[in-house]
Nanobody, 124 residues
Framework: QVRLVESGGGLVQAGDSLRLSCAAS????????MGWFRRAPGKEREGIAC?????????LYADSAKGRFTIHSDNANNMVYLQMNNLKPEDTADYYC????????????????WGQGTRVTVSS
């Protein structure tokens, strides 16, 4: 069982940066794939970025995140981060951290454990 707690959301202006944090407990994340997802108002949850700690840190990004977002896993401290730069109003969403032991990718069904989310609001 992995417990995930996100933090770092807030209200920012377009062009600003934010770093979201995900604190994991219960199991070491060094053998998990970790993902960041978001759900914008009125939309379905979508995968933004993931990192595979068991595959040497391989990463995968959604097109909307490429070039602006970076996922990083600090296995020593059981933390995962999402650095978000050049934020846009369309990035406004609730952001979720997720973990999977056997899955991989940006599909929600691949993940077994989810945090409660942190809200990011980007004003224009």
């Amino acid at each position: 069982q992995v417990r995930l707690v996100e933090s770092g959301g807030g209200l920012v202006q377009a062009g600003d940066s934010l770093r979201l944090s995900c604190a994991a407990s219960g199991r070491p994340i060094s053998t998990y794939a970790m993902g960041w997802f978001r759900r914008a108002p009125g939309k379905e949850r979508e995968g933004i970025a993931c990192i595979s700690n068991s595959l040497g840190g391989e990463t995968l990004y959604a097109d909307s995140a490429k070039g602006r977002f970076t996922i990083h896993s600090d296995n020593a401290n059981n933390m995962v981060y999402l650095q978000m730069n050049n934020l846009k109003p369309e990035d406004t969403a609730d952001y979720y951290c997720a973990a999977t032991l056997s899955g991989w990718g940006l599909e929600t069904y691949e993940y077994d454990y989810w945090g409660q989310g942190t809200r990011v609001t980007v004003s224009s």
